[in-house]
Every structure is written in structure tokens, then in C-alpha cells.
């Protein structure tokens, strides 16, 4: 059972008429998913489908803005938390990783390249996310490979050879043999894939643009912004930013006004969100499915330096001032990061160590189990005696029951034919019948 959540990010964005959020909320926005995907992939598992539609509202709840400048909309909601939703395609690390994963809009150049993929995919969807809520519409709008490619060199710069010449081989066919470049408007299927990519400028340009004003008011912000977005973008898997990296990214630390607009109904918290979920509905988590139950287990932090919890595996994590908590439900997961400071500051969020949970859990079952044992033993000496003297009497008892309870058989056969032979003997008479016998003698 999970709590009820609110709208989607997406259906925020189309009901304002696709049009972005308030900077200062795309940042709370951005550091919470950074911080439930820190988590994930410290527990080695890989979200793999990031997307608006997968990012809920904390509560139903929102409010609306009296006027705004064009480019943001009016609604917002109000309550700044947001809720990871839909694991259905995560995927640990020693699983078997599909060859195609993510929604097409924000899938990696990796996998559209056919070279394999790992928890930088989640970076960049969460990269194209960031662009989608400051602008209001998706980065790359398409469903063609040859054409995703072409948006991405139109938006990002050319796509590293060092990529093209590793690209599989249904993918290299959309590059020159030699030049390795990528053979666009050659291989465009018509015209309208043509303009759809012509009409897209830098990164940095869109946001600029299309954002909100305060970008183009404040250079250092939009400057601050751009290299956040960019290195999340990163074509090179190895270069992109680490979740834990953009925690601390001088983006969460620059001060950013607020629109007039919005300024009287931010909530009051919503500069210390200090509360992000991940809930998990779907996926049936490797190691709590080995185990064959659910397990609930919980590392907090100290106050001085952070504890040290150690995982399953044997290795030891540390944490700040957080608490992580995670719970098998019918083969799903719901994890909880209680964020206080720790992954702010630059720290991963925690591993709870399962397998010790499970081992700790089964000994104190067998130990309870040994104790209800010796107990009922301890009784059936005690009263040893007692039985051996009552056996005769209940002998005799029983003999005298089971006499009682044929006369009381045969008399009710008899009444119960005769009652047949006056009224017949429905279906539905036989079921009234049968429960009222189960309520006057229950099992």
C-alpha cells in the first residue's frame, strides 16, 4: 500500500500549455532526483525509463499563479516534493541488460549506438528532464534513430569518432565509412525530419530563450545552468557526471530570484526539501527475491563524520546525517532516503546491508522457535501425571459423547427428510442450510 500522490511533472507541463516551471523549482526538482538516483545506483541498480511521466507530485494539491511572463506557466504545485515512480525496466548491475532500453525522448547516445549501457543513461535522461521543465517542451522529439542522432549533434556538437567507428553495426550504416560523420540530410527520411532538426539550436540557446526570465537577466545563472545541463549531456558515458557529482555542482548552491510572479505562493520549505521517496512498484529486487521474503532494513547516520554501515556484499559505505531505509512488498520495493544535509554535501546516499538482515532475522526466529519449544516441553512434564490419571475419564467421557452424538445424527436426518418432503430441497435452501450447520458447530 503507498501513499496517493499527486499529477505528474508532465501533466504539470501540459496543463500550463507546455510551458516551463520557475527555475528555483526546476532546482528542487533536479536535486531530488539526483538524490533517489544517487541511491539507486549505490545499490547498483539502474532506473533505465526517467521521464517526466515518472515523476510524481508529492500531494494532489497545487496553485496558480494570478499572471506570469509568457514563458512560465501558472500552476505549480504545492507541496515542491516529488516521488520516482515505475521501476518496471530497472535493472541491477550483474543482470541481463537489454540492448534497447529507455523512452526514445531521453534515451543515451550509448544505447542508440548499440555500445552498451550503465547507470550514466539515467544521468542523461535526467539531463534531458531538466531541459524539458525549464523549456516546457522535450529535447528530442522523435522516433527515428538517424534523425535522434542528428538532433542530438544539431543541440550538443559532433558525436565523438571514438564512438561512431565502436557503434554496432545496424547503427554505423548512418555514418561515413571514412569520415565518420554522420550522414545527415542523407539518410533523412523525408523533409519534416529535415526542418524538425533545423529548427534546433545549442542547448544553452534553448534554455536561454525559452526559460525562464532570470536566465536572461542573469548571466552567471544561465552560465551556472548551461555547464550543468551540458555535463549531464556528455556524449562519453565515462565523462558524464555522476549523480554525486551534480550534488554538488555550484547549481545548488547559486541564489536564484523568483519570478514576481511566484514569490507569494512557493511553499514555505521549499528551501530545505528535506524529504525524497523512491517508490517502487513493479521491479522484484534480486537480492530481496534470493531471500525469499520481504526484508526491512535501516542505516543511520551519525552526527559527527557519518556511520559505517556494511552491505551485503562486504563493503562499507559512510553517510552524513541520513537515514535510508528499504522494504520488500510482494516482490517489489519501496525506498525511502530521509536527505537531512548528508547528500547535499557531497555524500552517497546509504546501502542498507540486506543479507545481514536476513541472516540476523532467521537466527532470531530459530532462537524463538528453540524457546517455544523448550517452553511446551517444560508444560507436557509438568503435566505428565494429570494425563496419565485422566486418561480413564475422558475414555469413558468420549464413549459416552459419541453415543449422545449418533442419537442427535439420526433425529436430525429424520427432521431434515421430513422437512424435504414438505418443502423440497432447493440449491438455495441447501446453502442456508449449510451455514447456519457451520454457525452452530464451527470447525
Not at 526538482?29 to 526517467?50: K, N
Not at 544505447?111 to 534531458?128: A, F, R
Request: glycine share 8%.
Amino acid at each position: 500500500m503507498f501513499e496517493k500522490l499527486g499529477p505528474s511533472l508532465y501533466d504539470f507541463l501540459r496543463r500550463n500549455g507546455y510551458k516551463g516551471f520557475p527555475l528555483e523549482y526546476v532546482r528542487l526538482f533536479a536535486r531530488q532526483m539526483l538524490e533517489a538516483v544517487a541511491y539507486l545506483h549505490s545499490i547498483d541498480l539502474c532506473h533505465t525509463d526517467l521521464k517526466p511521466e515518472n515523476i510524481l507530485a508529492a500531494g494532489m494539491d497545487y496553485v496558480k499563479a494570478e499572471e506570469t511572463h509568457a514563458s512560465l506557466g501558472r500552476r505549480v504545485p504545492s507541496n515542491a516534493g516529488i516521488r520516482v515512480i515505475d521501476f518496471g525496466s530497472a535493472t541491477f548491475a550483474d543482470q541481463y541488460h537489454s540492448s534497447v532500453v529507455s523512452t526514445r525522448h531521453y534515451r543515451a547516445p550509448e544505447i542508440v549506438l548499440g555500445l552498451g549501457w550503465s547507470y550514466p543513461c539515467d544521468i542523461w535522461s535526467i539531463g534531458c528532464i531538466l531541459v524539458e521543465l525549464v523549456t516546457g517542451d522535450a529535447l528530442y522529439q522523435t522516433h527515428d534513430n538517424v534523425e535522434h542522432l542528428a538532433m542530438m549533434e544539431r543541440t550538443l556538437g559532433k558525436i565523438p569518432t571514438s564512438m561512431v567507428r565502436d557503434a554496432h553495426g545496424d547503427t554505423r550504416k548512418y555514418f561515413h565509412k571514412e569520415r565518420h560523420t554522420l550522414l545527415w540530410p542523407d539518410k533523412a527520411k523525408n523533409t519534416r525530419s529535415v526542418r524538425a532538426v533545423s529548427n534546433l539550436n545549442s542547448v544553452s540557446s534553448m534554455l536561454r530563450k525559452r526559460g525562464d526570465p532570470v536566465l536572461s537577466q542573469h548571466p552567471h545563472i544561465m552560465n551556472t545552468l548551461s555547464d550543468f545541463v551540458e555535463r549531464m549531456l556528455d556524449y562519453r558515458p565515462h565523462k558524464r557526471i555522476s549523480a554525486v557529482e551534480a550534488l554538488n555542482h555550484p547549481f545548488f548552491q547559486v541564489e536564484i530570484p523568483l519570478a514576481k510572479d511566484f514569490v507569494n505562493i512557493v511553499p514555505v520549505d521549499y528551501k530545505n526539501i528535506d524529504k525524497m521517496r523512491v517508490l517502487h512498484a513493479s521491479v522484484a529486487a534480486a537480492s530481496i527475491a534470493e531471500a525469499g521474503e520481504a526484508q526491512t532494513t535501516q542505516a543511520e547516520g551519525g552526527r559527527r563524520g557519518g556511520d559505517h554501515h556494511t552491505r551485503g556484499d562486504g563493503n562499507t559505505t559512510t553517510t552524513a546525517n541520513t537515514t535510508t531505509t528499504t522494504t520488500g512488498v510482494d516482490g517489489g520495493v519501496v525506498a525511502e532516503i530521509m536527505v537531512t544535509g548528508g547528500l547535499a554535501n557531497g555524500t552517497a546516499a546509504t546501502t542498507a546491508a540486506t543479507k545481514g538482515g536476513n541472516t540476523r532475522k532467521r537466527e532470531r526466529r530459530e532462537k524463538e522457535e528453540e524457546e517455544e519449544e523448550d517452553h511446551h516441553r517444560g508444560h507436557d512434564e509438568d503435566d505428565g501425571n494429570q494425563l496419565c490419571s485422566a486418561t480413564a475419564a475422558d475414555a469413558q467421557g468420549k464413549a459416552e459423547r459419541d453415543k449422545d452424538k449418533g442419537v442427535l445424527q439420526t433425529e436430525g436426518a429424520e427432521e431434515e427428510r421430513a422437512e424435504d418432503d414438505g418443502r423440497g430441497s432447493s440449491p438455495k435452501r441447501r446453502r442456508t442450510l449449510r451455514r447456519a450447520g457451520q454457525e452452530n458447530h464451527p470447525e
